[in-house]
């Protein structure tokens, strides 16, 4: 009986997180909206939506890594070599596709994007990347 309380709890707990993003969408970005103004939600907007973009773009290293870690059972050292591979596999992708960025910049001579955006942005997008790897193992 503990144990069918238990389940209950986690699939309570898993609804709850559901919902609270629903929340989130029907509920507080519309009061962003009309709090913040136009320019400043937009802002806003395009970075959640970037967000979303990259929980896409991991690879699907976060699934991969989330069913290895579930179906482990030689402990936590197998579980910290599938998420130092995980990051080794995202690590390497983000770096080619800073030199693409670069590559592009070059052969094209786009001039209104610095070097730094560059960069930054990558290492923005590779660290919300990494977060989402994180929290779905």
């Known amino acids: 009986m503990k144990k069918h309380s238990a389940t ?5 707990m898993l609804y709850g997180g559901k919902t609270s993003s629903l929340l989130v969408a029907f509920i507080f970005l519309p009061l962003y909206g009309r709090v913040l103004g136009e320019e400043q939600f937009g802002a806003i907007v395009v970075i959640i939506s970037l967000q979303a973009l990259l929980v896409m773009l991991d690879l699907g290293m976060s699934t991969l890594a ?13 579980l910290l070599i599938i998420i130092s591979s995980a990051e080794v596999i995202l690590s390497v992708f983000y770096i080619g596709l800073v030199f693409l960025f670069f590559l592009i910049k070059l052969v094209f001579e786009v001039s209104s994007v610095s070097w730094s955006v560059i960069v930054f942005s990558a290492l923005l997008f590779f660290f919300l990347a990494l977060q989402n790897l994180y929290y779905t193992i």
């Open 8 to 12: 209950l709890l986690r699939m309570l």
């Open 66 to 78: 989330s069913r290895e870690a579930a179906i482990t059972t030689k402990g936590s050292g197998s």
